[in-house]
Nanobody
Framework: QVQLIESGGGLVQAGDSLRLSCAAS????????MAWFRQAPGKERDFVST????????DYADSVKGRFFISRDNAKNTVYLQMSSLKSEDTAVYYC?????????????????WGQGTQVTVSS
């Protein structure tokens, strides 16, 4: 079983950048496909980005393409989400998730482990 802890959230202004980190413990991160999801108040948890164990398969939600960049460092057991040109609509709690499936998926039900989330607030 893997434990996930997100960090790096905060309050920023529109147009700013922010980098989220997700640190894993308990098992090697290289065993998992990883993803970021986000949930705004009163809305469902939405897919943001996913990356396979080797970093060779990556996908993004259309709403973040060209602005967000996912990466991983298996040696550090950490996944990152670099966010730039942030917009007010990016405001949400961001969750890191891990899946035992080797193929990256965008549905929440494909992910076995979740972090507690980190709040990102973008003021306009």
């Amino acid at each position: 079983q893997v434990q996930l802890i997100e960090s790096g959230g905060g309050l920023v202004q529109a147009g700013d950048s922010l980098r989220l980190s997700c640190a894993a413990s308990g098992r090697p991160l290289s065993s998992y496909t990883m993803a970021w999801f986000r949930q705004a108040p009163g809305k469902e948890r939405d897919f943001v980005s996913t990356i396979n164990w080797s970093g060779t398969m990556i996908d993004y939600a259309d709403s973040v393409k060209g602005r967000f960049f996912i990466s991983r460092d298996n040696a550090k057991n950490t996944v990152y989400l670099q966010m730039s040109s942030l917009k007010s609509e990016d405001t949400a709690v961001y969750y890191c998730a891990a899946s035992r499936d080797i193929t990256p998926r965008i549905e929440t039900y494909n992910y076995n482990y979740w972090g507690q989330g980190t709040q990102v607030t973008v003021s306009s």
